[in-house]
Nanobody, 124 residues
Framework: VQLQASGGGLVQAGDSLRLSCAAS????????VGWFRQAPGKEREFVAA????????YYADSVKGRFTISRDNAKSTVYLQMNSLKPEDTAVYYC??????????????????WGQGTLVTVSS
């Protein structure tokens, strides 16, 4: 499975941005996909995850109600819609596919396939 994240950029607080994670590989459609982020000087942290069919989603408390994860398996793409952005959302955002099937993990060690990351900068 290969992943490529895109859609990052520089925005102002309160703006919206949509990240995309384009994937290739036969097993992608059967895998949970997660978004993680890493701010300067901080550890990578969980943001959101979605099951293979989109029926189950999880969010970090810090983004709940502002971010929405979705997927279009026909396009092999997972999205992260980010609304009401805050300066503390500034980070490199990564998409990742889970190692195993059948559940929706939130721990990054459960994800074995990673994209290259896209930078989101939110100015105040």
């Amino acid at each position: 499975v290969q992943l490529q994240a895109s859609g990052g950029g520089l925005v102002q607080a309160g703006d919206s941005l949509r990240l995309s994670c384009a994937a290739s590989g036969r097993t992608f459609l059967s895998r949970t996909v997660g978004w993680f982020r890493q701010a300067p000087g901080k550890e990578r942290e969980f943001v959101a995850a979605i099951s293979w069919n989109g029926d189950t989603t999880y969010y970090a408390d810090s983004v709940k109600g502002r971010f929405t994860i979705s997927r279009d398996n026909a396009k092999s793409t997972v999205y992260l819609q980010m609304n009401s952005l805050k300066p503390e959302d500034t980070a490199v955002y990564y998409c990742a596919a889970a190692r195993s099937f059948g559940w929706v993990p939130r721990n990054l060690i459960e994800y074995g396939y990673w994209g290259q990351g896209t930078l989101v900068t939110v100015s105040s």
